[in-house]
T-cell receptor, first 114, second 113 residues
Framework: DGGITQSPKYLFRKEGQNVTLSCEQN?????MYWYRQDPGQGLRLIYY???????QKGDIAEGYSVSREKKESFPLTVTSAQKNPTAFYLC?????????????FGDGTRLSIL | AQSVSQHNHHVILSEAASLELGCNYS??????LFWYVQYPGQHLQLLLK??????LVKGIKGFEAEFIKSKFSFNLRKPSVQWSDTAEYFC???????????FGIGTKLQVIP
């Protein structure tokens, strides 16, 4: 089955550490996205990539970094500069950058600070 | 900038009741509108979408939504809810020529048997 795989499902981080969340898709989609979901705030866009080797900041990019070296992979690094990293992180993809394309979501990674 | 408002944050209904979840957006130009649903323990999935044509859009599981341009609204409806409709529902809007979607804060629907 085609889909989006996020790993790990749960992740714990110590203060001052960087952590990387994995997102892989086998849908052959061009565009990929990272969102953060907090209670009462819905989904907020962190970074997005419309094509390999290109990515753009979303609304809350500070303290995060991404790479898009391969079409199927879009890892997110939560750096020590992110002051409030505890959240549920969702990765998504869409066929292309056209605005009428729906997004397909992974199951998410829940990050907690120890 | 585009924004989305969902007015009902938590809705509790009995089975067979009718449902309407409000969604309003702020962008005045051409928009694409979506409703996504997240069932307990599952990933977010598309319920329905509008980008042109008939403003009354039908989605999966008997849901529909009506785009009313003059009211900047895209309300979600279902005539008769089931216990299995218990989930969180997100309205989303995309304006302009690129794929930057803005989501509402979500509405949690609880259907009581």
């Amino acid at each position: 089955d085609g889909g989006i795989t996020q790993s790990p499902k749960y992740l714990f981080r110590k203060e001052g550490q960087n952590v990387t969340l994995s997102c892989e898709q086998n849908l052959n989609h061009d565009a990929m996205y990272w969102y953060r979901q907090d209670p009462g705030q819905g989904l907020r866009l962190i970074y997005y990539s419309q094509i390999v080797n290109d990515f753009q900041k979303g609304d809350i990019a500070e303290g995060y970094s991404v790479s898009r070296e391969k079409k199927e992979s879009f890892p997110l690094t939560v750096t020590s500069a992110q002051k409030n990293p505890t959240a549920f992180y969702l990765c998504a993809s869409s066929l292309n950058k056209n605005s009428n394309q729906p997004q397909h979501f992974g199951d998410g990674t829940r990050l907690s600070i120890l | 900038a585009q924004s989305v408002s969902q007015h009902n944050h938590h809705v509790i209904l009995s089975e067979a009741a009718s449902l309407e979840l409000g969604c309003n957006y702020s962008y005045g130009g051409t928009v694409n509108l979506f409703w996504y649903v997240q069932y307990p323990g599952q990933h977010l999935q598309l319920l329905l979408k509008y980008f042109s044509g008939d403003p009354l859009v039908k989605g999966i599981k008997g849901f529909e939504a009506e785009f009313i341009k003059s009211k900047f609204s895209f309300n979600l409806r279902k005539p008769s809810v089931q216990w299995s409709d218990t989930a969180e529902y997100f309205c989303a809007v995309n304006s302009g020529g690129y794929q930057k979607v803005t989501f509402g804060i979500g509405t949690k629907l609880q259907v009581i048997p």
